[in-house]
């Protein structure tokens, strides 16, 4: 049985890819990591619903992902992020929306879906059960960093649209974009089971109480025993297209992974959801494809290791 994974950690930007940030090779360094570390996991038999779980907690505990610390900040100025975690073989589930207590949203999600009932938890209710379930507790000064607190700054300065800074490395737009900073993974293991898990902080300068696909089944997330599915872009019209499970409606209508991730890309693309995607099937293929100017990429596959940020891939 061919076992796999495959992350991303957000897409954005218009234009073509000006390359690296000094910023960006953290960033790289954490997704090969991830790889390295959940791609053996999954070589010794984890199952894949742990994998994206592991594997979403290492990108929510780095800084410059927009997913646990270092989510950037709504318009009040606090931190609110959401989750959502399935499992292909059962349709198992679980979601929490706008938590601002806890380390890793993602657990919390994993958490839900363990409990069997109900499917999605929000607020300060989803804190209460995640921190009781044993999830870190932590304050809204350690979830907020100070580029996430530059870029609200600069946000509400000039008074922009929400998400216009989320990419703005020097927080002096040098990734100019709709806010898209998402983390995701998807795993098949060695059963054959798939699983995806999305997690993310949202848009800076979001509105109070505004709930983007992330923690949606359907629109961000989706897994079921032919696919698993996780989107990162605006997440509006990934909700009205019920993007990712849009994947899996094609996969299983007999599109091939890839042309059921592009058609679904080119499908939301004008309601104005440019973004990206990435994807593992049954049979161990995965595609990561996006129409942004970058998308934080990668995948282990047979013990090899892929990254990219911009158009092009690079082996490890």
């Not at 984890?46 to 950037?72: C, H, K, Q, R």
């Not at 990712?244 to 059921?260: C, I, M, W």
């Not at 934080?296 to 092009?312: A, L």
């Amino acid at each position: 049985m061919v076992v796999g994974l495959a992350i991303h950690g957000g897409a954005g930007g218009d234009g073509p890819w000006k390359g690296p940030t000094d910023l960006d090779p953290q960033r790289i360094a954490c997704m090969q990591s991830v790889l390295t570390t959940v791609g053996s996991m999954l070589q010794d038999g984890i199952d894949a619903l742990e994998a994206v779980t592991i594997a979403v907690e290492m990108l929510e505990n780095e800084p410059l992902f927009n997913a646990g610390i270092g989510s950037v900040i709504a318009a009040d100025g606090s931190v609110t992020m959401d989750a959502s975690i399935m499992r292909g073989s059962d349709a198992a589930a679980g979601s929490v929306v706008n938590v601002k207590r806890i380390r890793h949203p993602i657990r919390a999600a994993k958490m839900v879906l363990d409990n069997n009932w109900p499917v999605m938890l929000n607020g300060a209710a989803a804190d209460n059960f995640a921190i009781k379930n044993g999830v870190e507790e932590v304050s809204q000064e350690w979830l907020t960093t100070d580029l996430r607190q530059a870029q609200w700054k600069k946000w509400k300065d000039a008074k922009s649209r929400p998400g216009s800074t989320d990419e703005d490395d020097e927080a002096i737009l040098d990734h100019d974009g709709e806010g898209m900073g998402t983390v995701g993974a998807v795993a098949i293991d060695s059963k054959g089971v798939l699983a995806a898990a999305t997690s993310t902080g949202g848009m800076t300068g979001k509105p109070d109480g505004r709930i983007g696909d992330t923690p949606i089944i359907g629109a961000g997330t989706w897994a079921d025993n032919r696919v698993a599915v996780s989107c990162t872009g605006v997440g509006e019209a990934f909700i009205r297209t019920c993007a990712a499970h849009e994947v899996a409606t094609r996969v299983k209508a007999g599109d091939s992974l890839a042309d059921a991730c592009g058609n679904m890309l080119d499908m939301v693309a004008p309601l104005g959801g440019r973004g990206g995607v990435i994807a593992v099937d049954s049979k161990g293929n995965i595609a990561i494809p996006f129409q942004t100017m970058l998308m934080y990429r990668g995948y282990w596959k047979n013990g090899e290791v892929m990254t990219g940020i911009g158009p092009d891939l690079s082996s490890h």
